[in-house]
């Protein structure tokens, strides 16, 4: 089982970056997937997360309006679109999957780092 975070980086103020996760090693597409992220001396936080369908998505209140979380189940892959990014946003991010069927069965990413600053 592997969750393969990539996309990270270092932006400017204002900028945009995707980050992507890749799946592997099990059924992605009856997981449901979530971004979450822990910032220096923070805990881990959920910022977006997706049904296994995309059917529904939900964000945290921080991020609304400038975050959107995306999957291709064809791929196995899970998005986050990042717009408008403040130095708040400065983090590891991770993805993570949980069994729609089985809520205990979860896998995580080793996480991308995200840094906004100019």
């Known amino acids: 089982v592997q969750l393969v975070e990539s996309g990270g980086g270092l932006v400017q103020p204002g900028g945009s970056l995707r980050l992507s996760c890749a799946a592997s090693?099990?059924?992605?597409?009856?997981?449901?997937m979530s971004w979450h992220r822990q910032a220096p001396g923070k805990e881990r936080e959920q910022v977006a997360s997706i049904t296994w369908d995309g059917s529904i998505t939900d964000y945290d209140d921080s991020v609304k309006g400038r975050f959107t979380i995306a999957r291709d189940n064809a791929k196995n892959t899970v998005y986050l679109q990042m717009n408008s990014l403040g130095p708040e946003a400065t983090a590891v991010y991770y993805c993570?999957?949980?069994?729609?069927?089985?809520?205990?069965?979860?896998?995580w990413g080793q996480g991308t780092q995200v840094t906004v600053s100019s």
């Open positions: 090693g099990f059924t992605f597409s009856r997981y449901s």
């Open positions: 993570r999957g949980r069994d729609s069927y089985s809520a205990a069965r979860v896998f």
